[in-house]
Antibody
């Protein structure tokens, strides 16, 4: 069974860098046809796509985050990571990792982690 | 960027009602439209992908249709477990979510 689990600090100070890791189990990240994504949900708001990465290391992010996003992958550890720089209170949210399924013309997020709440506060 | 809109933003309905949620894209996205259900405190769950294909294990009372710029999610007969928020998602160019529709109990 595919499982994803987010981990990282629940509290980050303003202007610092938010760092989260998503550990993937039940499937090798080297498997073709998948990509690995970060999504967040601000309190009381909708879902916001942050970015995604392929096992090759090619990554893409939401232009609204103005270059503050870096996503990396470590297939040897079967995990991928998110770094969001220069955080403010506006980055306080529940952060989710998810698997994008691109097999046989599909393109959707079929497995999600449970989410981790990150609060930005001094 | 492709902008996604959804309406209504919220609705009140009763168990057994037929519910329709509409999602519009700012440009043609073919059939690259997916639907998710989100309950408070839980991760989103995929319901429908590629406009109309039901994810495994999702009850057949859920259905999706549309193409191009306009899409709908229909719940044929609302169950108590269906009270939640629903999000459309385009994967035509990068990824974008609609603002969501909250389905509440009347």
């Amino acid at each position: 069974q595919v499982q994803l689990q987010e981990s990282g600090p629940g509290l980050v100070k303003p202007s610092q860098t938010l760092s989260l890791t998503c550990l993937v189990s039940g499937v090798s990240m080297d498997s073709g046809g998948y990509y690995w994504s970060w999504i967040r949900q601000h309190p009381g708001r909708g879902l916001e796509w942050i970015g995604y990465i392929y096992n090759t290391g090619s990554a893409y992010s939401n232009s609204s985050l103005q270059g503050r996003v870096s996503i990396s992958v470590d297939t040897s550890k079967n995990q991928f990571s998110l770094q969001l720089t220069s955080v403010t209170a506006a980055d306080t949210a529940m952060y989710y990792c998810a698997r994008g399924n691109n097999v046989q013309s599909k393109d959707y997020f079929d497995y999600w982690g449970q989410g981790t709440l990150v609060t930005v506060s001094s | 960027d492709i902008q996604m809109t959804q309406f209504p933003s919220s609705l009140s309905a009763s168990v057994g009602d037929r519910v329709t949620i509409t999602c519009r894209a700012s440009q043609n996205i073919g059939n690259s439209l997916n639907w998710y259900q989100k309950k408070s405190g839980k991760a989103p769950k995929a319901l429908i992908y590629s406009t109309s294909t039901l994810e495994g294990g999702v009850p057949p009372r859920f259905s999706g249709s549309g193409s191009g710029t306009e899409f709908t999610l229909t719940i044929s007969s609302l169950h108590p477990d269906d009270f939640a928020s629903y999000y459309c998602q385009q994967t035509y160019r990068r990824v974008g979510f609609g603002p969501g529709t909250k389905v509440e109990i009347k």
